[in-house]
């Protein structure tokens, strides 16, 4: 059994990076911008600041390739004889039910994963990211595939690209919502969250639906960089599990739950 300071993990979006290293029994998460100057460096810091030893063997999950390149740079720069581990889809022990396996997000099934060990199946599981995923695994506790609409900043992002008159949006830590929009900001930050919030309520009726069960007999598992500014506005019953991907990460490599 590897040492917690032996160890960090790491899940690599497209908007951010996430590390990870488990404390007196605690998974301890910090999160990086790639827009944030020296992020690698940052992340790569993290666990030592935390024990005060480097880590000798680094578990990532990515969906984005350029980041994960960049990534294993600076921890070989750091620490030439570390460890990494990519974790790849044959490592994760879900059977899936999907046209093409191997290209499923990682991020998705290793999210799949963790969730049907914790929670009682059927599932829904709601990634808020740069992309929304919103994904299904049956009572089978099978991965059976899910839907993907665009994110917060994706959204506002193509309105104020493809239009002349809509401005820029800049989300924060906490958004207020107004019916009707009383100026144009209001208007489309307004419209984005419950948008979004009405997709996923909807999208929750139509799974059970299609599994012979009502809403509420659905456990809807909400995670992901933006859960916190949508879910206060959703009406179906779920659960908020921050930090998915990391702790899957550390399950693989401990064999028990954190």
């Given at each position: ?54 880590p ?15 990534l ?27 046209d ?22 059927p ?17 089978d ?7 993907i ?15 002349e ?42 799974y ?51």
């Open positions: 059994m590897k040492r917690d300071c032996d160890l960090a993990v790491v899940d690599i979006g497209n908007t951010s990076v996430k590390v990870a290293t488990m404390m007196d029994c605690e998974l301890l998460v910090h999160t990086v911008g790639h827009r944030e100057k020296d992020w690698e460096n940052e992340v790569v810091a993290f666990p030592k600041s935390l024990h005060g030893t480097r000798t063997h680094w578990t990532i999950a990515s969906v984005n390739q350029k980041r994960a390149s960049a294993e740079k600076s921890i070989l720069a750091e620490n030439p004889n570390a460890y990494i581990r990519w974790i790849k889809h044959h490592d994760v022990p879900m059977n899936t039910c999907v093409e396996p191997t290209k499923l997000g990682i991020d998705r099934l290793l999210s799949g994963f963790i969730a049907s060990n914790r929670y009682p199946t599932l829904v599981i709601v990634s808020f990211g740069t992309a929304v995923t919103v994904d299904w695994v049956g009572i506790k099978i991965f059976a595939g899910g839907l609409i665009p994110g917060l900043q994706l959204q506002s992002d193509s309105l104020s690209l493809r239009t008159a809509l401005p820029e949006l800049q989300w924060g830590e906490t958004e207020t919502i107004s019916i009707p929009g009383t100026n144009t900001l209001s208007a489309i930050r307004s419209g984005i969250i419950l948008g979004l919030a009405s997709a996923i309520d909807g999208f929750v009726i139509r059970a639906q299609q599994s012979h069960r009502s809403p509420p007999e659905i456990n809807t598992i909400i995670t992901g960089g933006d859960a916190e500014t949508i879910t206060p506005h959703l009406k179906c019953r779920h659960q908020y599990a921050p930090h998915l991907v990391c702790h899957a990460l550390m399950m693989l490599e401990k064999g028990d739950e954190t």
